[in-house]
Protein backbone atom coordinates (compact mmCIF):
# COMPACT_ATOMS: atom_id res chain seq x y z
CA UNK A 1 0.00 0.00 0.00
CA UNK A 2 1.81 3.18 -0.73
CA UNK A 3 1.03 6.27 0.65
CA UNK A 4 3.30 9.27 -0.92
CA UNK A 5 2.79 9.97 -4.83
CA UNK A 6 5.79 8.97 -6.34
CA UNK A 7 4.92 11.45 -9.36
CA UNK A 8 5.20 14.33 -7.70
CA UNK A 9 8.71 14.05 -6.53
CA UNK A 10 11.17 12.91 -9.18
CA UNK A 11 13.87 10.37 -8.41
CA UNK A 12 17.07 10.27 -10.20
CA UNK A 13 19.36 6.86 -10.57
CA UNK A 14 21.91 6.75 -7.86
CA UNK A 15 19.98 9.36 -5.51
CA UNK A 16 20.51 8.35 -2.02
CA UNK A 17 16.89 8.00 -0.82
CA UNK A 18 16.41 7.25 3.47
CA UNK A 19 13.01 5.15 4.44
CA UNK A 20 12.83 5.89 8.21
CA UNK A 21 10.41 3.55 9.76
CA UNK A 22 10.48 1.64 6.48
CA UNK A 23 8.67 -1.22 7.61
CA UNK A 24 8.47 -3.93 5.21
CA UNK A 25 9.71 -1.95 2.28
CA UNK A 26 6.55 -0.66 0.40
CA UNK A 27 8.06 2.48 -0.26
CA UNK A 28 11.48 1.72 -0.23
CA UNK A 29 10.80 -0.75 -3.13
CA UNK A 30 9.03 1.88 -5.16
CA UNK A 31 12.29 4.22 -4.42
CA UNK A 32 14.68 1.05 -5.79
CA UNK A 33 13.31 0.01 -8.89
CA UNK A 34 13.71 3.82 -9.93
CA UNK A 35 17.50 3.05 -9.64
CA UNK A 36 17.68 5.21 -6.35
CA UNK A 37 20.68 3.97 -3.43
CA UNK A 38 17.84 3.29 -0.62
CA UNK A 39 18.56 2.77 2.77
CA UNK A 40 15.86 1.40 4.78
CA UNK A 41 15.43 2.02 8.85
CA UNK A 42 13.41 0.64 10.98
CA UNK A 43 13.35 -0.77 14.74
CA UNK A 44 11.42 -3.96 13.95
CA UNK A 45 14.18 -6.96 13.01
CA UNK A 46 11.37 -9.11 12.19
CA UNK A 47 10.19 -5.93 9.57
CA UNK A 48 13.33 -5.55 8.31
CA UNK A 49 13.11 -9.25 7.15
CA UNK A 50 10.16 -9.14 5.33
CA UNK A 51 11.47 -5.78 3.30
CA UNK A 52 14.97 -7.40 2.64
CA UNK A 53 12.70 -10.25 1.20
CA UNK A 54 10.47 -7.61 -1.05
CA UNK A 55 13.64 -6.03 -2.30
CA UNK A 56 15.40 -9.06 -3.16
CA UNK A 57 12.06 -9.82 -5.10
CA UNK A 58 12.79 -7.03 -7.38
CA UNK A 59 16.61 -8.04 -7.48
CA UNK A 60 19.38 -8.87 -5.41
CA UNK A 61 20.69 -5.45 -4.34
CA UNK A 62 21.12 -4.30 -8.25
CA UNK A 63 18.16 -2.65 -10.27
CA UNK A 64 19.60 -0.45 -13.17
CA UNK A 65 21.93 1.52 -11.36
CA UNK A 66 19.97 1.51 -7.95
CA UNK A 67 21.29 -0.23 -4.49
CA UNK A 68 19.86 -1.13 -1.28
CA UNK A 69 20.67 -1.42 2.36
CA UNK A 70 18.49 -2.31 5.66
CA UNK A 71 19.84 -1.09 8.88
CA UNK A 72 17.91 -1.83 12.70
CA UNK A 73 17.77 2.19 14.05
CA UNK A 74 16.03 4.42 15.68
CA UNK A 75 14.81 7.66 14.09
CA UNK A 76 15.76 10.03 16.79
CA UNK A 77 19.57 9.68 16.61
CA UNK A 78 20.45 8.67 12.73
CA UNK A 79 23.93 7.15 12.02
CA UNK A 80 24.37 9.31 9.01
CA UNK A 81 26.07 12.53 8.17
CA UNK A 82 24.56 16.07 7.76
CA UNK A 83 22.91 16.79 4.15
CA UNK A 84 23.24 13.28 2.84
CA UNK A 85 20.24 11.83 1.44
CA UNK A 86 18.64 13.19 -1.56
CA UNK A 87 14.66 12.31 -0.29
CA UNK A 88 13.46 11.31 2.89
CA UNK A 89 10.44 9.35 3.61
CA UNK A 90 9.05 9.18 7.09
CA UNK A 91 5.55 7.68 6.70
CA UNK A 92 3.41 6.70 9.34
CA UNK A 93 6.02 7.09 12.12
CA UNK A 94 6.20 10.59 14.03
CA UNK A 95 2.46 9.43 15.74
CA UNK A 96 4.58 6.45 17.47
CA UNK A 97 7.47 8.88 18.77
CA UNK A 98 7.48 10.31 22.03
CA UNK A 99 10.22 12.70 21.28
CA UNK A 100 8.93 13.83 17.68
CA UNK A 101 10.50 16.99 18.18
CA UNK A 102 13.81 15.02 18.14
CA UNK A 103 12.85 12.90 15.42
CA UNK A 104 11.90 15.89 13.23
CA UNK A 105 15.38 17.71 13.99
CA UNK A 106 16.88 14.15 12.81
CA UNK A 107 15.37 13.42 9.32
CA UNK A 108 16.13 17.06 8.42
CA UNK A 109 19.51 17.32 9.45
CA UNK A 110 20.07 13.96 7.20
CA UNK A 111 18.66 15.70 4.41
CA UNK A 112 20.44 17.75 1.19
CA UNK A 113 19.92 21.89 1.03
CA UNK A 114 16.91 21.98 -1.73
CA UNK A 115 15.80 18.33 -1.41
CA UNK A 116 12.68 16.78 -0.58
CA UNK A 117 11.26 14.77 2.28
CA UNK A 118 7.71 13.65 2.93
CA UNK A 119 6.17 13.01 5.76
CA UNK A 120 2.32 10.98 6.25
CA UNK A 121 0.65 10.75 9.49
CA UNK A 122 -2.47 9.82 10.55
CA UNK A 123 -5.07 12.16 10.01
CA UNK A 124 -6.84 14.30 12.48
CA UNK A 125 -10.60 13.48 11.75
CA UNK A 126 -10.64 9.47 11.05
CA UNK A 127 -8.05 9.41 13.53
CA UNK A 128 -10.01 10.79 16.39
CA UNK A 129 -12.74 8.66 15.95
CA UNK A 130 -10.45 5.68 16.42
CA UNK A 131 -9.04 6.89 19.51
CA UNK A 132 -12.90 7.58 20.52
CA UNK A 133 -14.28 4.42 19.47
CA UNK A 134 -11.55 2.04 21.25
CA UNK A 135 -9.35 2.96 23.72
CA UNK A 136 -7.21 -0.31 23.13
CA UNK A 137 -6.55 1.18 19.24
CA UNK A 138 -3.92 3.10 20.74
CA UNK A 139 -2.79 2.20 24.35
CA UNK A 140 -0.86 -0.33 23.08
CA UNK A 141 2.89 -0.43 23.26
CA UNK A 142 4.52 1.05 20.30
CA UNK A 143 0.97 2.54 19.69
CA UNK A 144 0.20 5.95 18.26
CA UNK A 145 1.26 8.45 21.27
CA UNK A 146 -0.48 11.77 19.27
CA UNK A 147 -2.85 12.83 16.96
CA UNK A 148 -1.54 15.69 14.56
CA UNK A 149 -3.35 18.48 13.50
CA UNK A 150 -1.69 19.56 10.41
CA UNK A 151 -0.84 22.82 11.47
CA UNK A 152 0.63 21.92 14.20
CA UNK A 153 2.94 19.20 12.50
CA UNK A 154 3.78 21.60 9.94
CA UNK A 155 4.44 24.52 12.42
CA UNK A 156 7.21 21.82 13.86
CA UNK A 157 8.52 20.76 10.76
CA UNK A 158 9.14 23.98 9.00
CA UNK A 159 10.59 25.36 12.29
CA UNK A 160 13.38 22.99 12.14
CA UNK A 161 14.22 24.26 8.17
CA UNK A 162 11.88 22.75 5.20
CA UNK A 163 8.82 24.41 4.07
CA UNK A 164 5.68 22.81 2.30
CA UNK A 165 4.96 22.76 -1.33
CA UNK A 166 2.86 19.74 -1.78
CA UNK A 167 0.03 17.89 0.60
CA UNK A 168 -2.80 15.64 0.22
CA UNK A 169 -4.75 12.70 2.03
CA UNK A 170 -4.36 8.98 1.04
CA UNK A 171 -6.45 5.65 1.51
CA UNK A 172 -9.92 6.57 2.61
CA UNK A 173 -11.10 3.38 1.94
CA UNK A 174 -9.51 2.50 4.87
CA UNK A 175 -11.00 4.70 6.73
CA UNK A 176 -14.18 2.98 7.89
CA UNK A 177 -12.63 -0.27 7.62
CA UNK A 178 -10.85 0.96 10.87
CA UNK A 179 -13.86 2.63 12.53
CA UNK A 180 -15.76 -0.64 12.03
CA UNK A 181 -12.49 -2.34 13.56
CA UNK A 182 -12.66 -0.21 16.24
CA UNK A 183 -16.26 -0.58 17.40
CA UNK A 184 -16.03 -4.02 17.68
CA UNK A 185 -12.92 -4.60 18.64
CA UNK A 186 -9.59 -4.17 17.66
CA UNK A 187 -8.37 -7.86 18.19
CA UNK A 188 -11.72 -10.10 17.10
CA UNK A 189 -10.72 -12.03 14.63
CA UNK A 190 -14.73 -13.59 14.05
CA UNK A 191 -16.67 -10.35 12.40
CA UNK A 192 -17.54 -11.28 9.22
CA UNK A 193 -18.03 -7.84 8.94
CA UNK A 194 -14.39 -6.79 9.39
CA UNK A 195 -13.20 -9.84 7.67
CA UNK A 196 -14.71 -9.13 4.41
CA UNK A 197 -13.55 -5.83 4.34
CA UNK A 198 -10.50 -6.59 4.83
CA UNK A 199 -10.51 -8.60 1.98
CA UNK A 200 -12.02 -6.28 -0.15
CA UNK A 201 -8.83 -4.00 0.89
CA UNK A 202 -6.48 -6.63 -0.07
CA UNK A 203 -8.45 -7.62 -3.63
CA UNK A 204 -7.96 -3.82 -4.01
CA UNK A 205 -4.38 -3.28 -3.19
CA UNK A 206 -3.34 -6.22 -5.09
CA UNK A 207 -6.13 -5.61 -8.75
CA UNK A 208 -6.21 -2.07 -8.05
CA UNK A 209 -9.08 -1.93 -10.55
CA UNK A 210 -10.31 1.50 -11.75
CA UNK A 211 -13.64 1.77 -10.17
CA UNK A 212 -12.24 1.64 -6.42
CA UNK A 213 -9.40 3.92 -7.58
CA UNK A 214 -11.49 6.52 -8.84
CA UNK A 215 -13.57 6.18 -5.36
CA UNK A 216 -10.49 6.63 -3.29
CA UNK A 217 -9.72 9.70 -5.36
CA UNK A 218 -12.72 11.17 -5.14
CA UNK A 219 -13.43 10.11 -1.31
CA UNK A 220 -9.81 11.26 -0.23
CA UNK A 221 -10.84 14.91 0.47
CA UNK A 222 -13.26 13.97 3.12
CA UNK A 223 -11.98 10.54 3.99
CA UNK A 224 -8.57 10.16 3.40
CA UNK A 225 -7.06 8.41 6.17
CA UNK A 226 -3.94 9.80 5.95
CA UNK A 227 -2.37 13.13 5.68
CA UNK A 228 0.99 13.71 3.64
CA UNK A 229 2.65 16.77 3.48
CA UNK A 230 5.60 17.38 0.91
CA UNK A 231 8.79 19.57 2.08
CA UNK A 232 12.27 21.46 0.45
CA UNK A 233 14.72 21.79 3.21
CA UNK A 234 15.55 25.66 2.68
CA UNK A 235 18.87 26.93 2.88
CA UNK A 236 17.75 30.14 4.42
CA UNK A 237 15.49 28.80 7.28
Given amino acids: MITLDFSKIQIRPRDRVLDIGCGTGRHACVAFTKGAAVVGVDRCIRDLEKARDNLMFWDVGTKENGRWELLAGDIRDLPFPDDFFDLVICSEVLEHIPEDRQAADEIIRVLKNGKNLVVSVPRFFP ?12 QVEGGHVRIYKKTDLLRMLESGGVRKWASHFAHSLHTPYWWL ?3 IGQYREDSPAVNLYHRFLVWDIMQQPWLTKFL ?8 GKSLVLYLRKENNV
Fill in 127 to 138: EKICWLLSKSYH
Fill in 181 to 183: KCL
Fill in 216 to 223: DRILNPVL
